[in-house]
């Protein structure tokens, strides 16, 4: 059941999310198929499953179905959660990023904002504005290690940069008081609030 339901999506037969009027909706028939399937073979997706499903991600519409399949995975590898998270990257819409994101975070937790941290430097613009939109969707405890690599790599940035855009980008992801800064960070972080 699962290789036809596969093979119909891939063949653009049937859809896990269509658009229509601009709108997108779940059509749960095909869903339920996929649903069934893997409620009742749970297991780890393989390489060659990863690879196959990696095709999806390329597509407008049949990126769709992965948000949907990945409720039903028990687990993954960490490759095919940056594919993924890869693919949120590139969704400008903010209300449907999260998708990308969601199940990754129940999956590897922090690693998918470290993966976020590590990607954005050297990243396209468009890129960065994609990353920018995951950091809402994905938390970082302030006492912790990578929330500080967050703030000194926004820090950066945002002087290194002339790009006003991407500094407006920065500043919606930087706190606004001293006091939510690590002390590691308080000489970069006075300069950034004093500007």
Same mark, same amino acid.
């Given at each position: 059941?699962?290789?036809?339901?596969?093979?119909?999506?891939?063949?653009?037969?049937?859809?896990?999310?269509?658009?229509?009027?601009?709108?997108?909706?779940? =059509?749960?028939?095909?869903?339920? +198929?996929?649903?069934?399937?893997?409620?009742?073979?749970?297991?780890?997706?393989?390489?060659? =499953? /990863?690879?196959?499903?990696?095709?999806?991600? &390329?597509?407008?519409?049949? %990126?769709?179905?992965?948000?949907?399949?990945? %409720? =039903?995975?028990?687990?993954?590898?960490?490759?095919?959660?940056?594919?993924?998270?890869?693919?949120?990257?590139?969704?400008?819409?903010?209300?449907?990023?999260?998708?990308?994101? +969601?199940?990754?975070?129940?999956?590897?937790?922090? &690693?998918?904002?470290?993966?976020?941290?590590? $990607?954005?430097?050297?990243?396209?613009?468009?890129?960065?504005?994609?990353?920018? $939109?995951?950091?809402?969707?994905?938390?970082?405890?302030?006492?912790?290690?990578?929330? /500080?690599?967050?703030?000194?790599?926004?820090? /950066?940035?945002?002087?290194?940069?002339?790009?006003?855009?991407?500094?407006?980008? +920065?500043?919606?992801?930087?706190?606004?008081? +001293?006091?939510?800064?690590?002390?590691?960070?308080?000489? /970069?972080? %006075?300069?950034?609030?004093?500007?």
């Amino acid at each position: 059941m699962y290789e036809k339901y596969l093979e119909k999506v891939l063949l653009r037969e049937i859809f896990p999310q269509s658009i229509r009027y601009g709108r997108f909706f779940s =059509e749960s028939q095909n869903e339920g +198929i996929f649903t069934e399937y893997f409620q009742v073979n749970p297991r780890r997706l393989n390489l060659e =499953e /990863e690879r196959y499903l990696s095709n999806f991600l &390329k597509g407008s519409i049949s %990126k769709w179905f992965i948000p949907h399949f990945l %409720k =039903e995975i028990n687990d993954y590898s960490y490759e095919f959660m940056k594919t993924v998270v890869d693919a949120g990257i590139k969704i400008i819409d903010p209300s449907y990023n999260n998708l990308f994101v +969601i199940s990754a975070k129940e999956l590897y937790k922090a &690693k998918v904002s470290e993966y976020l941290i590590e $990607r954005f430097p050297g990243s396209s613009m468009n890129d960065k504005r994609g990353i920018f $939109r995951l950091f809402y969707w994905v938390s970082f405890d302030k006492t912790s290690e990578l929330y /500080e690599k967050k703030l000194s790599m926004l820090l /950066e940035e945002y002087f290194k940069t002339k790009n006003q855009e991407l500094r407006k980008y +920065i500043s919606l992801n930087l706190p606004a008081e +001293i006091d939510d800064y690590p002390d590691s960070l308080n000489v /970069e972080a %006075k300069k950034y609030l004093e500007r």
